[in-house]
């Protein structure tokens, strides 16, 4: 209850009127034509929607306008969910839109949701009952239209990253009411005909009404009764159809689909070239060891034939009746040769023979002891003067003769080598060449 006595300002009348609208109307689906369409700069729309008796103000945002699947114009009848509002700043009564259909898509919406959820209850979509598809196609069928942007889409992929793989096309209306009995046809005769191992269902992107060929229930229960595995590719990628939920596998574009089914050439070829040469190599290598194998027996053969055989023992034969004869004669040669390196030892062994040997060898020794001590000797002498006149170079005398003398502390005997280990006063010994002076010291001077 608002005070009567209270007097409102206009801001305030219309802030309050704002929010009992808002806070009265939840969200509401409300239907009619645009009329008075605008599109400022900003991205948002401003329109009139009317009936043949009345008509309100709305305004829908940039945001959800980006969502909507159609350009709105003046003159179409469409669906909306909006919020009741009030625009405060010139006291309009308006709607804030958050979604928009054409009006025919409302009960399309409710159908689809409906056949959606029965579908669902009945397991067609459950992933035990998806197929798998083949690692490498064979032949790839496609049912779609034959003048559509899809086939264009999907045989320019092939084309770029497998144009090897075979492609047969089931040409079929994609929109309209003959649409679902063409793709399920289509989809039949593949099956019957089994020239290709997967299919992909496929057209470009549309309003719902466009797509609801794919959203009919027998073109659902045809997809999932098919042997053959099949890739939906229906519509952009925001775009989701019945058939999408059944099929084996979902591909968001038609280029989406022919990516997923076609291996990467390059990729390929080079897989194939690797294995190639794996294959070569163990060829080869198999080839070589069967070759050995085969020289092996080969001599293993030779060896066992009766006539080599034969050869052999004949051969051997020989060799004993050789060595036969030759005994006696080799028996008395190894006698003599026994006979003369006993003879050899015995006469090297006679002690005669052993004393003038040694009697040489002390006369030899005796004749060049004297010289090889008088060598040593010499060398000696030499190598005592070479000291003896090191010594005297490095000797304290030699230097102290030169007129050089040597400073010690008298307390300690310590060599004076600074004048900063003396102090006035201090008592020295000075060494020199034939005697030794003790003074003390009265001045230092040190050098600057």
Same mark, same amino acid.
């Given at each position: 209850?608002?005070?009567?006595?209270?007097?409102?300002?206009?801001?305030?009348?219309?802030?309050?009127?704002?929010?009992?609208l808002?806070?009265?109307?939840?969200?509401?689906?409300?239907?009619?034509?645009?009329?008075?369409?605008?599109?400022?700069?900003?991205?948002?729309?401003?329109?009139?929607?009317?009936d043949?008796?009345?008509?309100v103000?709305?305004?829908?945002?940039?945001?959800?306008?980006?969502?909507?699947?159609?350009?709105?114009?003046?003159?179409?009848?469409?669906?909306?969910?909006?919020?009741?509002?009030?625009?405060?700043?010139?006291?309009n009564?308006?709607?804030?839109?958050?979604?928009m259909?054409?009006?025919?898509?409302?009960?399309?919406?409710?159908?689809?949701?409906?056949?959606?959820?029965?579908?669902?209850?009945?397991?067609?979509?459950d992933?035990?009952?998806?197929?798998?598809?083949? =690692? /490498? +196609?064979? &032949?790839l069928g496609?049912?779609?239209?034959?003048?559509? *942007?899809?086939?264009?889409?999907? @045989?320019?992929? %092939?084309?770029?990253?497998?144009?090897?793989?075979p492609?047969?096309?089931?040409?079929?209306?994609?929109?309209g009411?003959?649409?679902?009995?063409?793709?399920?046809?289509?989809? =039949? /005769? +593949?099956? &019957?005909?089994?020239?290709?191992?997967?299919?992909?269902? *496929?057209?470009?992107?549309?309003? @719902?009404?466009? %797509?609801?060929?794919?959203?009919?229930?027998?073109?659902?229960?045809?997809?999932?009764?098919?042997?053959?595995?099949?890739?939906?590719?229906?519509?952009?990628?925001?775009?989701?159809?019945? +058939?999408?939920?059944?099929?084996?596998?979902?591909?968001?574009?038609?280029?989406?689909?022919?990516?997923?089914?076609?291996?990467?050439?390059?990729?390929?070829?080079?897989?194939?070239?690797?294995?190639?040469?794996?294959?070569?190599?163990?060829?080869?290598?198999?080839?070589?060891?069967?070759?050995?194998?085969?020289?092996?027996?080969?001599?293993?053969?030779?060896?066992?034939?009766?006539?080599?055989?034969?050869?052999?023992?004949?051969?051997?034969?020989?060799?004993?009746?050789?060595?036969?004869?030759?005994t006696?004669?080799?028996?008395?040669?190894?006698?003599?040769?026994?006979?003369?390196?006993?003879?050899?030892?015995?006469?090297?062994?006679?002690?005669?023979?052993?004393?003038?040997?040694?009697?040489?060898?002390?006369?030899?020794?005796?004749?060049?002891?004297?010289?090889?001590?008088e060598?040593?000797?010499?060398?000696?002498?030499?190598?005592?003067?070479?000291?003896?006149?090191?010594?005297?170079?490095?000797s304290?005398?030699?230097?102290?003769?030169?007129?050089?003398?040597i400073?010690?502390?008298?307390?300690?005997?310590?060599?004076i080598?600074?004048?900063q280990?003396?102090?006035?006063?201090?008592?020295i010994?000075?060494?020199?060449?034939?005697?030794?002076?003790?003074?003390?010291?009265?001045?230092?001077n040190?050098?600057?």
């Amino acid at each position: 209850m608002h005070d009567n006595n209270h007097i409102y300002s206009v801001s305030e009348l219309c802030r309050e009127t704002r929010l009992l609208l808002e806070g009265t109307f939840l969200t509401l689906s409300i239907e009619g034509e645009i009329s008075n369409l605008s599109r400022p700069a900003s991205g948002h729309i401003y329109f009139t929607l009317k009936d043949d008796k009345a008509q309100v103000q709305c305004a829908m945002f940039r945001t959800p306008l980006r969502k909507v699947g159609f350009k709105p114009d003046n003159g179409t009848r469409v669906m909306l969910n909006a919020r009741v509002s009030l625009y405060e700043a010139r006291g309009n009564f308006q709607l804030i839109v958050e979604q928009m259909e054409t009006a025919g898509e409302g009960a399309l919406r409710q159908q689809y949701e409906a056949l959606k959820q029965k579908l669902s209850n009945e397991g067609l979509y459950d992933e035990v009952h998806k197929k798998q598809l083949p =690692e /490498l +196609a064979k &032949k790839l069928g496609v049912i779609t239209s034959s003048s559509g *942007a899809a086939i264009h889409d999907i @045989l320019t992929v %092939l084309n770029s990253r497998f144009p090897s793989l075979p492609v047969l096309i089931y040409p079929v209306t994609v929109q309209g009411e003959r649409a679902k009995h063409e793709i399920v046809d289509a989809i =039949e /005769l +593949a099956n &019957k005909r089994e020239d290709c191992d997967v299919l992909i269902l *496929a057209r470009g992107g549309g309003s @719902l009404e466009d %797509l609801w060929a794919f959203n009919e229930e027998i073109v659902a229960r045809a997809i999932y009764n098919s042997t053959l595995p099949i890739i939906s590719a229906i519509g952009h990628e925001v775009d989701f159809t019945i +058939a999408d939920f059944v099929a084996d596998y979902r591909a968001p574009t038609p280029s989406a689909a022919a990516e997923c089914i076609s291996p990467d050439q390059h990729q390929w070829l080079s897989h194939l070239n690797y294995l190639a040469k794996q294959l070569s190599t163990a060829i080869y290598r198999d080839l070589s060891d069967k070759n050995q194998q085969l020289t092996q027996y080969h001599h293993r053969l030779k060896r066992a034939h009766p006539g080599m055989q034969l050869q052999m023992h004949a051969q051997r034969l020989d060799d004993y009746q050789l060595r036969l004869l030759q005994t006696p004669k080799q028996i008395l040669q190894q006698h003599q040769l026994r006979f003369a390196e006993l003879k050899s030892r015995l006469v090297n062994s006679n002690p005669i023979q052993r004393t003038h040997t040694l009697q040489q060898r002390l006369s030899f020794f005796q004749q060049r002891l004297p010289l090889l001590i008088e060598h040593q000797l010499q060398r000696a002498r030499i190598r005592f003067t070479d000291c003896n006149r090191g010594l005297e170079t490095l000797s304290p005398l030699a230097t102290l003769s030169r007129g050089y003398s040597i400073s010690k502390r008298d307390s300690d005997g310590t060599i004076i080598k600074s004048t900063q280990h003396l102090r006035l006063g201090d008592k020295i010994n000075v060494q020199l060449i034939d005697g030794t002076l003790t003074t003390s010291i009265e001045a230092i001077n040190e050098n600057s």
